[in-house]
């Protein structure tokens, strides 16, 4: 299973430090990818809606997030926005936001940008 999930907003957003993060249960060991499952499980991303809700009026400094899921033939691309609800995606956001890692951008000089 592939996750790819970016944050867009916030109170302090940075448009260089949105860029989606990647996390891959094959690069985990047995007790983190059995805890990534399992939260993708209880989150049922498969069966979310993919289109995010409205964002409330005065909601500028809220967080939008994206994940994309592959898992074997399924793929899906959800997005939400803050606050969120739903207390098993809200739990799958912050393993994401603690654990997801840039995608190595060293071959496309990702660290060497202009700014």
Do not use: C, W
């Not at 498969?46 to 899921?69: C, M």
């Not at 969120?84 to 654990?99: E, G, K, W």
């Amino acid at each position: 299973m592939r996750i790819e999930f970016s944050v867009e907003g916030g109170l302090a957003y940075f448009p260089g430090l949105s860029k989606p993060r990647v996390i891959d249960s094959a690069q985990l060991g047995g007790d983190a990818a059995k805890e990534l499952g399992q939260l993708v499980k209880a989150a049922r991303l498969f069966q979310q809606p993919a289109a995010r809700r409205a964002v409330a009026k005065g909601a500028a400094d809220y967080r939008q997030y994206t994940i994309t899921i592959v898992d074997g033939q399924r793929r899906r691309t959800i997005h939400l926005s803050e606050p969120i609800a739903d207390t098993h995606l809200q739990a799958l956001v912050d393993y994401l936001r603690a654990n997801a890692n840039p995608p190595d951008n060293s071959q496309a000089g990702g660290a060497g940008e202009a700014r």
